[in-house]
Every structure is written in structure tokens, then in C-alpha cells.
């Protein structure tokens, strides 16, 4: 008798064993760029000729939908409905916990919050919460809707060095959510921590031919009378994200 | 110290703790004694409070820092009490630029007004108290405003005919009465003045019963939300349903022109936390009540609420830590339409809770 229990209970741990997920976690963060450089908030970085062109400035975030990641035999593994990356907040990049480890080739994710959050009032999320209140900076409480992304900074109009005016884009609206899949390189190993790094040139988005046109198109924060302006904004950052 | 003073110690110690901790069947259950609990109403669309583990609300607990708010006791020659610098007409502020304290001295910044409490996560201008426990202490022991060290506070509190029995209803047979216990208290009753019930409030449904804005009033929200030209953009940082900043909490809203912290009398938040980026930073007051609560800004410079508008419409200083939104929306003055000024101010007094103003229970006791 001491002999079959033994032999259900090697069985049972056998099969807890193997029903055990090899599991990782992606920690995702945004990394704003100009060009190749690398930028941080408050610092200006400079064109060709050395002379200072663009500063970010005030805030800084993006909320990130349904992502999903896909790989090489087009297996999907979908472990976050919603995450804030805040550049003002590097020290606590989101984490993507419980992935399927092995190896991806792209990742899809809704650049904003999904109509299915979108409407949803802070406090019915716990504070702490992506959408909850403490982060309720970002949301339009009398527009019904969160700001998918908020970029701010300033910049040299003339392109003479001198930093003397402002952009801003805060963009949302149900019809400017958008879905983008990136091609990415991604091993996720059991119990190990991946960095996955987004990238935003801003030079593409903002002061190269084809980008927003700062003379005129400088500021939008989603209204009906800047609307085609954030339209503009949300097309173009949905193509440059890499 | 002789053996016969260690006999005497060592049996207080035991008599102490004897008489906290028996329960004999004639006296009252000290050891089980528990505070009535208290359930803050949350009004809708307000988040959750931010009430600490250790100070849950009672309904001793709130009656005794009622009391002690009331009360002079805490001042120095027994002639100003908390209430003293926060009115219930003038939305639980004062109407001085700064206050003045029991030796006619000045303080250097404006009484903060005192309502939704449970929701803030900072206190004072300069952000120097982390909890509204914290923040009591300061007031009675600073010179220029109450100026009574907590060890006198205390022992008056211990002498008086009637606090003994309310501390130790709102804390237990046992509690100390000192400035910890004090300051929980007086907090305790503090995050139960909850201002929910202003005009606006009834108009967007949050407070019974419902009505309506007038269309000044209406045009005035449409402005005070709006973020594009010829709008008021004070919604960037007076968001509801607190109508102050909810994150950051700190701004420089371009009060001063300077370039050099040295140039500056009040620091702020830089003052506090030495971080140059803070410098001139005060805290986001609440637009809940702002018609009761004049002069304005942390200094009492502003004596009404139009010279608050005039100065976003034309007297914002671009200083090195103002805040972006400044930078970016009144940089170049603020352009409102033909009445839009008066609108905004229509909708302004829409705020203000009459029925938190002129509700007793907040009232003094005595």
C-alpha cells in the first residue's frame, strides 16, 4: 500500500512538473530618438551643423493595446491588454509577464487604448491601474477618452540654434487608435527577463520633409478644430515606430 | 537609583499594564474596545481616498478632532484655534494674504483651504508634509502661527476635564495623548469634509438635485475645458472631479519673472526638496469653492479671481521651471472671445458647494 502511494504521488508531481508553462517576461520601454541619438527630456539635441534643434518637454507618454506577440510559425502569444510607457518614468518600464517562452518575430500592438477601455472612467480601475486615477493626467474627462499619447517639447523654428517655440500632440479619439505590427527579433527564456526597446525618431516625425510641418501644424490636442493635425500626427507615428 | 525605586518603577510597569490589559466583569472591556467605524461617503466619479492603514476613520475619533479643531487649547495663549485660519464662509480658508498667527506675526503664505483632503497626496504649498497627520503638526508648533511646543499641547490635553475620555474613546483606554494621536484625530475629521455638491456638480449629475447651468455658465465650461486657441485651457491642470492637477501636483504657473533662484522670496517645492528643477513649484490648489476662498496663490497676491484670469490672460513669466502647459498655451497671453472672461467667472462660482459651506457637522461644537 506504502509502495502505491508513493508511486500516485511520483505521478502526480510528474504531471504538475510537466503542466508547468515555461514562462519569461518582456519589459517593454519607448526610447525617443533623433535619428541615432538617443534623446532625454529637458536636453536639446542638434542637427547637422551642431546647432540645438529639438527638446522634449513636459510629458511624455504612450499607452499600448492588445499586444500580442507572433511567432516564426505564426503562434501567438497575447499577455497584455494595456501598458503606459512614460518616459518620465524609466524606473518603472511595464513589464509583460507570463510569456510563452521562445522565440517571436514580431510583435502587434494598438498604439492607444482600445474603444473597449477607452470610455471607461478612471476610477472604476483600481489607482494604480494603466487607466486608473493616479493616472488620470491622461485622460479627457469631459471628452470621453484617454490620450493615447502625449508628446510635448519645443524647438528652433528658425533652425538657428535658437529653441524658441513649442509642440505639443495629444492625441486619442476611438478613429486615431491604431494597430501596427513590427517586425521583432524576440527571445523570450523561462524565468528571464527580455528587453523589448521601441523607438521613435523624431526627427522623421517632426522636422524632416514628410513629417508634421512645425510652421503650422505645431500643436493638436485631438478637438474638432485640430483634428486633421492629429489625424496627420497619428498616421505618421504609426509608421515611424520601430 | 536605590533598590527601593527599582521596586517602585518595575511595579508601575506592572500595575500599567495590568490595568490596560484585565478585564474584570465590572469594569469595561478594554482589551476588546473597539471605535465605532466610520464609512467615508465616496461621491461619484471620485477615486478611492487615500486614508492611511493606521488612522482608519471612527466615529470617536472624528468627533474628537472636531473638537480639537474647534478649540483654542492648542495655541499658545489659548486664543487661536485651527478653525481660526480656516473659516467655513470662506471655504475653510481665510481672507488674509497671509495669515497671522497668536503673536500678530505674519506667516509668509496663504491659509490652504480644506476640503477633499482624502484625496490628496501631498500637503502644504511646498509640498513639505507627505500626510495630512504630518501637516497638522506643523501649525501648532510654528511660532508664526499657533506657537505651542506639542509637550505643553499635550500635557493641557491630558489636564483638561474631558479629552482624557475622548482620546481614549477614539483610541483605547491606554493611548497616550500626545501630538501623534492629536494629529490623528484632527486628520480623521478632516478627510470627512467632502465638497461634492456645488452647482456644477448637481448640473453633471454627481450631487442631487439635478439642474441646469445657464448658458454664461455653460459658455464658461465650454472655455475651461477647452484646449484649443481662443479657450481657456484650465483644464490641463484643473481636472475634474478634484479640479486640481491629478498628477505632478506641483506646478510653476508663471507667477514671477526671474532667472536666478536667488531672485525669488519662497522657493516652494525646490525649497523643500532642493531638486533646482522644483524650484518655484507650489501645489495645484482645488478650484472647488474658489469663490470663497480669495486672495489666491500661494502668497495671497491675487485679491479676486479676475485679477486670477488677468494674470493668465497677460501676465505669465516664462521662468526657467514653468510648467510646459504655460509654456506652450499663454505664453502669449490668453485670447478669449467677446465675454469669455465673464463666462469663465460665471462658471467659476459654479463650484462652490453651499451645502459643504453651511453643513453643521463641521462646524464648532462648543
Not at chain 1, 500643436?219 to 492629429?230: C, D, V
Not at chain 2, 533598590?3 to 490595568?19: A, D, E, N, R
Not at chain 2, 478594554?30 to 464609512?39: D, G, V
Not at chain 2, 490635553?157 to 494621536?181: R, W
Amino acid at each position: 500500500m506504502k509502495k502505491i502511494s508513493l508511486l500516485l504521488l511520483s505521478c502526480c508531481m510528474l504531471l504538475i512538473a510537466c503542466d508547468k508553462k515555461k514562462e519569461g517576461t518582456i519589459q517593454i520601454k519607448i526610447v525617443p530618438t533623433y535619428g541615432d541619438t538617443v534623446m532625454e527630456m529637458n536636453k536639446a539635441v542638434q542637427d547637422e551643423n551642431g546647432l540645438d534643434i529639438l527638446k522634449l518637454e513636459g510629458k511624455f507618454h504612450m499607452y499600448l493595446s492588445n499586444i500580442k506577440l507572433i511567432g516564426a510559425n505564426s503562434s501567438e502569444a497575447i499577455e497584455e491588454e494595456i501598458v503606459l510607457l512614460d518616459l518620465l518614468d524609466t524606473e518603472h518600464n511595464p513589464s509583460l509577464s507570463k510569456v510563452a517562452a521562445g522565440a517571436y518575430t514580431s510583435i502587434e500592438m494598438g498604439l492607444g487604448v482600445d474603444e473597449k477601455w477607452n470610455h471607461e472612467d478612471p476610477v472604476s480601475f483600481d489607482n494604480d491601474h494603466p487607466l486608473g486615477f493616479d493616472h488620470s493626467g491622461n485622460v479627457w474627462t469631459w471628452d470621453s477618452g484617454f490620450i493615447f499619447y502625449m508628446i510635448e517639447g519645443s524647438y528652433a523654428y528658425n533652425r538657428d540654434g535658437v529653441i524658441d517655440s513649442t509642440f505639443t500632440y495629444h492625441i486619442g479619439k476611438d478613429e486615431l487608435f491604431k494597430t501596427v505590427t513590427l517586425p521583432k527579433n524576440i527571445v523570450v527564456e523561462e524565468d528571464a527577463i527580455t528587453a523589448l526597446e521601441l523607438r521613435l525618431d523624431l526627427k522623421k516625425l517632426l522636422m524632416d520633409e514628410g513629417g508634421m510641418d512645425l510652421t503650422t501644424e505645431s500643436k493638436s490636442r485631438s478637438g474638432e478644430k485640430e483634428f486633421a493635425i492629429a489625424q496627420k500626427f497619428a498616421n505618421l507615428i504609426s509608421e515611424t515606430i520601430e | 537609583m536605590n533598590k527601593l525605586t527599582y521596586l517602585i518603577l518595575i511595579g508601575g510597569v506592572v500595575f500599567f499594564i495590568y490595568s490596560c490589559k484585565e478585564n474584570d466583569n465590572n469594569g469595561p472591556d478594554i482589551e476588546n474596545y473597539k471605535p465605532t467605524p466610520y464609512e467615508l461617503t465616496i461621491p461619484p466619479t471620485f477615486p478611492q481616498p487615500k486614508i492611511p492603514a493606521d488612522n482608519p476613520l471612527t466615529v470617536e475619533g472624528i468627533s474628537l478632532g472636531r473638537h480639537l479643531f474647534w478649540d483654542p487649547i492648542l495655541s499658545k495663549d489659548s486664543t487661536l484655534a485651527c478653525a481660526g485660519c480656516h473659516a467655513p464662509n470662506l471655504g475653510y480658508g481665510d481672507n488674509l494674504k497671509t495669515s497671522v498667527g497668536v503673536d500678530g506675526i505674519a506667516g509668509k503664505r496663504n491659509s490652504m483651504p480644506l476640503f477633499n483632503l482624502a484625496w490628496s497626496p501631498q500637503f502644504l504649498w511646498d509640498g513639505s508634509a507627505a500626510t495630512l497627520e504630518e501637516q497638522i503638526l506643523n501649525p501648532v508648533r510654528d511660532p508664526v502661527e499657533m506657537h505651542l511646543d506639542w509637550i505643553s499641547a499635550a500635557k493641557r490635553l491630558q489636564n483638561h476635564p474631558d479629552y482624557p475620555t475622548m482620546f481614549a474613546k477614539a483610541f483605547g483606554e491606554c493611548t497616550v495623548i500626545d501630538s501623534t494621536n492629536t494629529a490623528k484625530a484632527i486628520a480623521q475629521f478632516l478627510r470627512t469634509m467632502v465638497s461634492a455638491s456645488s452647482k456644477f456638480d448637481k448640473a453633471s449629475g454627481i450631487s442631487e438635485p439635478k439642474t441646469e447651468l445657464t448658458d454664461s455658465e455653460l459658455n464658461g465650461f465650454v472655455l475651461f475645458i477647452g484646449t484649443a486657441n481662443e479657450d481657456a485651457h484650465c483644464v490641463h491642470c484643473h481636472n475634474k472631479p478634484l479640479f486640481s492637477v491629478t498628477d505632478g501636483y506641483f506646478t510653476n504657473n508663471g507667477l514671477d519673472d526671474w532667472e536666478d533662484p536667488s531672485e525669488l522670496t519662497d522657493l516652494g517645492l525646490g525649497g523643500f526638496n532642493g531638486n533646482p528643477d522644483d524650484i518655484a513649484k507650489f501645489k495645484n490648489a482645488s478650484l472647488r469653492n474658489i469663490e470663497l476662498t480669495a486672495p489666491y496663490m500661494h502668497d495671497g497676491r491675487f485679491q479676486t479671481l479676475d485679477d486670477v484670469l488677468e494674470h493668465y490672460i497677460s501676465g505669465v513669466h516664462l521662468s526657467p521651471t514653468v510648467d510646459f502647459n504655460i509654456k506652450s498655451s499663454f505664453a502669449n497671453g490668453l485670447k478669449l472671445p467677446e465675454n469669455g472672461r465673464e463666462d469663465l467667472l460665471a462658471f467659476l462660482k459654479t463650484l462652490t458647494d453651499w451645502e459643504f459651506v453651511n453643513d453643521t457637522a463641521f462646524y464648532s461644537p462648543f
